[in-house]
Each structure stands twice: as C-alpha cells, then as structure tokens.
DNA sequence: CAAAATACTGCAAAAATACGCATATTCTTC
DNA sequence: GAAGAATATGCGTATTTTTGCAGTATTTTG
C-alpha cells in the first residue's frame, strides 16, 4: 500500500468520523503504529488534520461546514447512520433507497465487509462503487431530476424481482397514525416497491420529520419494522411509536 | 510496445483505480521497472498524474472534482464529440455506451434540444441528469467497478425494449477486419445488445485505436453505420475503412 | 503517585530511486 | 537502402526513503 494511499484513507475517516485513534487505523490498515505516527504528522505538518495524543482530529470541523444548522443536521444523520450499520450482516443483500441519510450510511459501509447492495439512487450507487467488497446493482429506469433517483414502471418491474434481507427507507415524512408520506407520486409507487422487496424494512429519520405529513401515503407504521431516529430510547417524541410493534434504536 | 502505448495504459489504470504501483504495471506490461520509473516521470511532469513513492496516483483524487475527471486526449476527444453532436436532432432517442468519449459527448449536449437519452454509464447519467432538456433513463443492472456501467443480464434484458434512434458506441479497438473489439467479456455482451437496440450505429473513436485488437470480438465493422474519428477524412490511417460502406468523419 | 498508554529516538533491513553506461530500437538524411 | 543521430530500454551500483523494532521518555488516567 502506498504511502499516499493511507494519507487518502487516513483523512477520508477523519472527514468522516471528525477524529481518528491511531491504534485503529494501524489495525484497519495492517502496518504498524509507527507508520500511522509518522502519516499523521506528516498530515499535520501539511496542516490537513491535527494531531493529537492518541490520533488525530479534524481541524475544520467549523470552518468547513459554515452554517451551524446544517452541521447539526448531518450529525443527527452519522448517528442515524452509524446505528443503522449495526443492523447489517456479512453476506447480506441490502436494498438502499434515495436520500441524504441513506448517502451517509453508503458512505459508512465498512470496506472489508461482503454485502450486496441494490439501489435506485445515483448519488448512493456513486458511493458504493468506491467500495471493492460491496457488489452493486443499479436499479434502472427514467431518473428523477431532482431527486436523483430512477422510477417508472421500468424500475418497480426490476424490483419485482428482488427480495433483500433489509430495506433502508429513507423517508420525508412520518406520522404515528398517518404513516409515511411523500411529495411525489412516482416516488411513492417507489417506495412502495421498495418495501415488498425486502423482508426486513428499516426506516431512518431524522426527528424533525416525525410528525409531518405529505400528499401521498407509502404505507403505515405498522408495515416498517424498525424506526432509526437519532433521539434516545426514552425521548418523548418517540411515546406515539412506543407500542406499535416497531423496533426503535 | 510503444511508449505511448504504455503512456496510456499507465493513465488508463490511473483513471479507473485511483492508484498504480510501478511493480504492477512492469508486470503486466513485461518492461523493466525503470522504464515505468521513466514513464510516470514524465506523466509527472507533464501534469497527468502524480508520481509518489512506489507507484503514482490520480491527480483530482483528494479535491473533489466529480467533473474534470483526467483531461488525457481531451482535445481530441471533444473534437470527436463536436463531431457526433451533428448528427442528433431534436427530440431523438438516443443510447450512449460507457467510455470517456461518449462522457465528453453528454456533456457537450445542447441543452435546448429535447433529447432522450438512455445509457448504462454511471457517470455519463451523472453528467446528463444536470441538463434539464433530457430525459435519462438509466440501464440498471450489476455495475462493473473498472468501467463504472452497468454490465450482466438484467441490464441487456432492459436494452431488449429499446429500439433508440442513435447509438454512440464508444470502443476500445477497432480494426478493419478484425472489427470492434473490447477486453471484458461482459462488457462485449452488453455492447453486442446495444447495436441491436437502435436503428443507426456511430462508433467514436480517437486514432489511437485504430487497427488494434483485443481478446473479445463486438463484431464486425460493416456492422457500424457510422465511425467518427479526430482525424481528416483524407487521412491514411483510414485507408482501410474507405470502402467499407461505413461513414467518415 | 503509579500504572498504562502513547510518543520519541536511533537503528537496521528492505524497498524504491537515481545515475551512468551499454545495448537495442527508431528516426533522419543522404 | 545504409550510415549516423537520436531516442528508448535494461542492468548494476550507489543513494535515499520507508518501515518496523527496541529502548527510553513523556503524557494520561485512576
């Protein structure tokens, strides 16, 4: 492995993780702990990271990301994301759909791990193919601008023929009683798909969209089997969910 | 073999994996280290990669620069999309095979003429999806992670329903009486369902090409209704294509 | 404070590189 | 064509870089 390409991976987890613990990059990477010492400090002089003792922290975290909100929204979506990697087995087959927080869990996907993952969205099928251990398959169809992702009938066929072990379904809106909604219809149809094809659907959401609602109904509640929010277990937010036989992380 | 050969071998390797090591590329290409030594040297200086320790890597790999992928036979290359612009028009449909070429094509699009456009390249449908007056519809299927497009039998089952009106072909050999050839098998099977999935063939190729040949075989050049090169229409190197009933340009 | 974890230093082996030179190949020029 | 120039390639050797290890110093933590 080159040189460069650890200083490449080294900065792509503190990108990622906002710090990085010496011994884990050593592990990860199969070189000793002095190597990743003498990388970092190499970093660090090139002012790329900051080094600390026992590894390395990023040093932009502010300045990178200028306004406070967002930088709030995308740590809600790493914590939803990283409780989501827990749900995911060697081996498996997974079925990611569109959006910003199924883009931060492609991104997380652990790079020794074998998974086969099927996607409908570009950004995420982008991702994914930078990983060597995952196999992906795009699902084909017209692509929606905005969105990002393909639909159609071409798609919902191409589902048809699947059936993943989890189905991670990012979802705009979600409501106790109302269920999951959508803006766009041929999302919906989508999605709609996307739940029959897996045996296993997993929701991740940010709080702020617990609670809302949309124009077009995916499905309810009880149809998704586990609801990924970044809050705690006790939060209140979560009491209308509490006795829906839906698992909540 | 000729030092461009290897010139463009080494950036070839460099674009698609990011990385080279110089042990690898002596290996394959049975030459001492030295001369692989030598040749990221001046890759390195004319500004094609980067030479490290041990090997070379990508330029754009740590900016994020998801557009200005490798700007290596640019010239000829939008000479040749130029080229291929003429012959669509207005509310076409039209299929685009994979390869920096045809990337250079969707990016050249007008972005006035209604167009649809359907392709299994990754980041050919990346590039089409920011033009609004286009339709993309995506060829899904597994995605080959060294050509970035969808390869296997879903995907040449969903070429199948197609009938475009226009297929750019972009290939990789191309010989007078040998024909198109390519390297991956998969990749000559979907190419071999793109032809037979529109009315008029067009094959984009710089010179370089020309007259060289691969393990698999597309098929042959009367099968092509059209070859586009950077080259004048007099010049010798197509000698051999001129009766051919094969269009030149 | 003491134990554990982490950092630094010097050193040696291995790998990679630079350089000079001999040989082979290609390109000119006549 | 053939002689000569220019370029490209491969090999041996000296030099530099990288890397892991061992011993010692420093920082963290309970």
């Known amino acids: 492995m080159l040189k460069e390409e650890r200083h490449q991976f080294i900065l792509n987890e503190v990108g990622i993780h906002n710090r990085v613990l010496l011994t884990d990059i050593a592990n990860l990477l199969n070189v000793s702990v002095d190597t990743i010492r003498r990388d970092i400090k190499e970093l660090h002089n090139a002012k790329q990271l900051k080094k600390v003792h026992g590894g390395a922290i990023s040093l932009g975290f502010n300045n990178y990301n200028p306004t ?23 081996g498996q087959v997974i079925l990611l759909s569109g959006g910003t ?13 074998k998974l086969t993952c099927f996607t409908p969205s570009l950004p995420i099928a982008v991702q994914l193919l930078g990983k060597s251990n995952i196999e992906v ?27 993943a072990d989890i189905c991670f379904l990012g979802t705009n809106s979600i409501h106790a ?4 909604t959508e803006f766009d219809w041929e999302i919906v149809q989508m999605k709609k798909a996307m739940i029959h094809s897996a045996r296993k659907v997993v929701s991740p959401c940010i709080s702020e969209k617990i609670g809302s609602l949309q124009r077009y109904r995916i499905c309810g509640v009880e149809e998704i089997d586990a609801l990924i929010t970044e809050l705690e277990p006790w939060d209140t937010k979560l009491d209308a969910f509490k006795n829906m036989n839906i698992q909540l992380l």
């Open 137 to 163: 398959i795009f699902i084909g169809g017209r692509l929606s601008q905005d969105s990002q992702i393909a639909i159609g009938g071409s798609a919902i066929n191409m589902l048809s023929d699947i059936k």
């Open 68 to 90: 406070g909100k967002k930088i709030y929204s995308l740590e809600k979506k790493s914590l939803i994301a990283e409780k989501a990697l827990g749900l995911i087995k060697e």
């Open 177 to 180: 009683t109302e269920g999951l």
């Open 101 to 113: 927080t199924n883009l931060e869990l492609a991104r997380r996907l652990p790079s020794r791990m």
